[in-house]
């Protein structure tokens, strides 16, 4: 895949999603960089060419074969209404690419209960045609405008009777006296293709590498390795306390009677469990950050 016209052109996204993803391709391997002004990022591949797109647009662009292959959300993908094949799907919260929502809000004092309520009414939202699909599924006419940014101060300010808006805990609705009527879809980040290129074997095999490293990546954020040294007589009550993703590596050290114990566990409960360790009889004990796991 070395000569130009068989690179895989990728699509990253441009807008919020961006750090977190230049972030978890560093952590897959790849060193993606990009000038303040540029929509054209270095990445250290020679088998890729990477373009900087708005998530909105992403799907369009990769079902129409100007991009190989992209990482959008799975919301603009049904938006567009794009034919384009799904990778690999991409999701974990510290990553900043947790799964999301779509929802129907009005301010709490409104008399709108029910997507049956918006009858006639008015709506904002940036998602306009899959809300346009959802109302027409409950057999409700309403006008709704696209919105090109501060939604919720539309509706808080009297503007448009409801907005239909993206959310992750609800938190923001709320900080602007806004309540959750109804969540339309949910949806997560996905890496995906158009299906001339999947039918490509190099490209195809290129996804795929890239597709494992970046969930390896993924599922690295939730783990942590921990080691430590254990005596022969506290080796099964060290090991009964691992919760380890399969069976702990256990190895002799130089010492007759020691051994070295090396596993994976969920960072959430490491502080809890190393005391309990140190208790046990382990010493020596090391924690340390993961860049990628692959099951």
């Given at each position: 895949m070395n000569p130009a016209s068989t690179k895989l052109k990728l699509g990253l996204p441009k807008g919020s999603l961006q750090e977190s993803t230049f972030?978890?391709?560093?952590k897959a391997g790849f060193n993606v960089s990009v000038s303040s002004r540029s929509y054209f990022p270095y990445i250290d591949d020679e088998e890729i060419e990477c373009v900087l797109i708005r998530a909105q647009e992403m799907s369009r662009y990769v079902e129409d074969g100007a991009l190989d292959c992209g990482i959008t959300g799975e919301d603009w993908i049904q938006e567009n209404g794009s034919d384009v094949h799904r990778v690999q799907e991409l999701v974990y919260a510290k990553t900043g690419m947790n799964p999301v929502r779509w929802v129907l809000a009005v301010p709490n004092?409104?008399?709108i209960k029910s997507v049956k309520d918006l009858e006639g009414k008015r709506i904002a939202t940036e998602l306009k045609g899959f809300t346009e699909k959802y109302l027409k599924q409950h057999g409700v006419k309403a006008d709704v405008e696209f919105s090109w940014g501060a939604t919720e101060v539309k509706v808080a300010s009297g503007l448009v009777d409801a907005i239909v808006e993206l959310t992750e805990t609800g938190s923001s609705l709320r900080a602007n006296n806004l309540?959750?009527?109804e969540t339309l879809c949910h949806s997560t980040t996905q890496f995906i293709s158009n299906k001339k290129a999947w039918a490509d074997a190099r490209k195809k095999e290129k996804m795929e590498h890239i597709a494992m490293l970046l969930l390896g990546?993924?599922?690295?954020?939730?783990?942590v390795g921990l080691k430590m040294n254990v005596s022969k007589d506290n080796l099964q009550r060290v090991i009964a306390l691992l919760p380890a993703m399969k069976k702990p590596t256990v190895s002799g050290l130089a010492t007759d009677g020691w051994f070295d114990v090396d596993t994976i566990i969920d960072e959430k409960i490491v502080r809890g469990l190393i005391p309990k360790l140190k208790e046990a009889g382990a010493e020596g004990l090391i924690e340390y950050p993961l860049n990628k796991v692959i099951y």
């Open positions: 972030k978890m391709f560093k004092a409104s008399p309540r959750i009527v990546a993924i599922y690295a954020e939730a783990k």
